[in-house]
């Protein structure tokens, strides 16, 4: 996930209370310290609703781990996750992506094209972090991001980097005055393959203006950032 020096624009809006981030062009830019990755193509980020229900499926795929997740695994523990069919997992995503509190955000290209998921919801909302041991000392008040997808052919294109801007954009005009996750330093796993990445690269969280919180192993991270009030 490289960077360009040419120019970028970005827009943010809420529509009927969920946020829509439009970025274009693909250039990093430096702000406060914080350093900003920008997708190779255009990408239009917002938080999942019940109008892209088919979109959202269309990321998930039809092989391999998010096909059958559809993103429960932290929401669940036990024999609730391991009792649960796939097709029980894509009902609860379902129920989730209508509800109130949409449970992540969308990234489509220009040509209307899914390209991204990131999972971000309440701590409170994820009964796996609250009990995990990679998660401790984490703000129980603080809202999470737990998974990316972004399919085979979109990928290395900044992807991950706006989805992620897009996350901490709807947490913050949700209210949240913190922001965390579990990182995965690949200088501790040796491995860049998707299956060991879904929780996101150090790298890109710390290119968003995270901070390293503390570590459990040399692989998992707990990192987090301080978002302003959304106006």
């Given at each position: 996930m490289q960077a360009s020096p040419h120019s970028a624009s970005t827009s943010r809006t809420l529509r009927g209370g969920r946020l829509s981030t439009r970025r274009s062009g693909r250039a990093s830019t430096r702000c406060r310290g914080?350093?900003?990755?920008?997708?190779?193509?255009?990408?239009?980020?917002?938080?999942?609703?019940?109008?892209?229900?088919?979109?959202?499926?269309?990321?998930?795929?039809?092989?391999?781990?998010?096909?059958?997740?559809?993103?429960?695994?932290f929401r669940l523990r036990g024999k609730q996750w391991s009792d649960a069919s796939p097709a029980a997992h894509r009902s609860a995503l379902r129920s989730q992506v209508c509800s109130d509190v949409p449970p992540g955000v969308l990234a489509t290209d220009d040509t209307g094209t899914p390209v991204g998921w990131c999972a971000v919801a309440p701590r409170s909302a994820y009964p796996?972090?609250?009990?995990?041991?990679?998660?401790?000392?984490?703000?129980?008040?603080?809202?999470?991001?737990?998974?990316?997808?972004?399919?085979?052919?979109?990928?290395?294109?900044?992807?991950?980097?706006?989805?992620?801007?897009?996350?901490?954009?709807?947490?913050?005009?949700r209210?949240?005055?913190?922001?965390?996750?579990?990182?995965?330093?690949?200088?501790?796993?040796?491995?860049?393959?998707?299956?060991?990445?879904?929780?996101?690269?150090?790298?890109?969280?710390?290119?968003?203006?995270?901070?390293?919180?503390?570590?459990?192993?040399?692989?998992?991270?707990?990192?987090r950032r301080t978002t302003r009030p959304a106006r």
């Amino acid at each position: 996930m490289q960077a360009s020096p040419h120019s970028a624009s970005t827009s943010r809006t809420l529509r009927g209370g969920r946020l829509s981030t439009r970025r274009s062009g693909r250039a990093s830019t430096r702000c406060r310290g914080i350093r900003r990755y920008r997708a190779a193509v255009t990408l239009d980020v917002r938080p999942a609703g019940p109008e892209q229900w088919d979109d959202v499926v269309a990321v998930m795929g039809e092989r391999g781990d998010p096909s059958r997740c559809f993103c429960q695994y932290f929401r669940l523990r036990g024999k609730q996750w391991s009792d649960a069919s796939p097709a029980a997992h894509r009902s609860a995503l379902r129920s989730q992506v209508c509800s109130d509190v949409p449970p992540g955000v969308l990234a489509t290209d220009d040509t209307g094209t899914p390209v991204g998921w990131c999972a971000v919801a309440p701590r409170s909302a994820y009964p796996r972090v609250v009990a995990s041991p990679n998660w401790r000392g984490g703000d129980p008040d603080a809202w999470v991001i737990t998974c990316f997808v972004v399919p085979v052919g979109h990928r290395r294109q900044g992807v991950a980097g706006e989805l992620l801007l897009g996350a901490i954009d709807f947490a913050r005009a949700r209210g949240a005055k913190q922001v965390e996750a579990c990182a995965v330093d690949t200088a501790g796993t040796g491995s860049k393959s998707s299956a060991d990445l879904y929780r996101g690269p150090l790298s890109v969280f710390l290119a968003a203006g995270f901070k390293e919180v503390s570590r459990t192993s040399p692989q998992w991270v707990l990192v987090r950032r301080t978002t302003r009030p959304a106006r």
